[in-house]
């Protein structure tokens, strides 16, 4: 497995694998990898013979407050879960190549940006869409894999590789989980004991959603009051930043779940920020 920081030497490796047929998988992550990347490398795998795993923090999907600075970078450890989950290229590219001095060029992906989580993250969609953009640039994939734990950055690039053409096939994996339901995250690092005991909270009220809408209660309203009610009981140091009821292609809200509805949230801990959800089909 190669590990390479420049961007022609990436063109140069992957071309040649171009030229003997292979096809081309890649899976973009900003490091501090767990099992739910792992999970995604070994689906690119399965849907290509040739897998770049990108590593970058990207500066343009943070906010001013976010964090950032203290991200956890640790590139050995991330080369080594790359090597054994079967990757053949680690691309860990430097800052100051991806947005060299007088870089101005950004993309944004409008509507589908805007609400979950482009509400309360301004600018975080247009940051994600840019790097993807020079990413699929850069890799040239045939096929990019992404998370559905992430479920509005997926609609995002769909629409993003749909719109300016790329040619592309995006393919999503579903969520890996921790034993007790929390959503695996990079993030899940920073909460404190007391946090990290409360945080299946998300998951335990997504649960509630899918379990209210199967005995036939599909209020929007309702089930987002019963959600907030359970995270209020079994994450008290957790604020809900958010709990959205979408259509799954749209993201639009909606007032009756029906088939193909996101339901999504977010909760802000002290130390951490954690989203979750789960499709209702
Ligand atoms: P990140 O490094 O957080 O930017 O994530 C890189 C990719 O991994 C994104 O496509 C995420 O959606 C995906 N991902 C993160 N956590 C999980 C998880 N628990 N299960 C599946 N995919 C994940």
Redesign the pocket.
Known sequence: MRIVKSIPQLRKLVAAQRTKGRSIGFV????ALHE??L??IRLAQRKSKYVVVSIFVNPAQFGPKEDLAKYPRDLKRDAALCRSAGADLVFAPRARDVYPDNYHTYVTVGQLSEGLCGASRPGHFKGVATVVAKLFNMVQPDVAV?????AQ?AAVIRQLARDLDFPVRIVV?P??RERDGL????RNAYLTPAERAQAPALHHALNLAKWLVRSGRRESGMVKREMMRMIAREAPLGEVDYVGIVNNRTLEPITKVTSDTLVALAVKFPSARLIDNVVIR
């Open positions: 973009p992550t900003m490091g739910g990347h999970s995604l992404f998370g559905q734990k992430d950055q994996g969520i890996v959503a695996m995250s990079s």
